[in-house]
Nanobody
């Protein structure tokens, strides 16, 4: 089992920044992909960014490329999502997830999920 706990959400004005953290515990994550997803009201959950726990490969959704950065600290067992130049359309509940997906865009490929943290960007 893997436990994931997100933190760092909040209310920010457009153009501002937030850093989300995802603290992981439980079994080793060495073979896992760590992903950040978001879900806005009335919309499907979508991947924002993903990173290999062991490796440098990253993935970003087109909507956040150049603005968001995913990173990890293997010593602290924590994954981060640095969000800059935030826009009102980034408003959503953000979830951390771990799994071994064939395609990081597939929600079903992730086995473990955090409880989510709300990010609200005001215009």
């Amino acid at each position: 089992q893997v436990q994931l706990v997100e933190s760092g959400g909040g209310l920010v004005q457009a153009g501002g920044s937030l850093r989300l953290s995802c603290a992981a515990s439980g079994r080793t994550l060495r073979s896992y992909v760590m992903g950040w997803f978001r879900q806005a009201p009335g919309k499907e959950r979508e991947v924002v960014a993903a990173i290999l726990w062991s490796g440098d490969s990253t993935y970003y959704a087109d909507s956040v490329k150049g603005r968001f950065t995913i990173s990890r600290d293997n010593v602290k067992n924590t994954v981060y999502l640095q969000m800059n130049s935030l826009k009102p359309e980034d408003t959503a509940v953000y979830y951390c997830a771990a799994g071994t997906p064939l395609n990081v865009r597939e929600v079903s490929g992730f086995d473990y999920w955090g409880q989510g943290t709300q990010v609200t960007v005001s215009s």
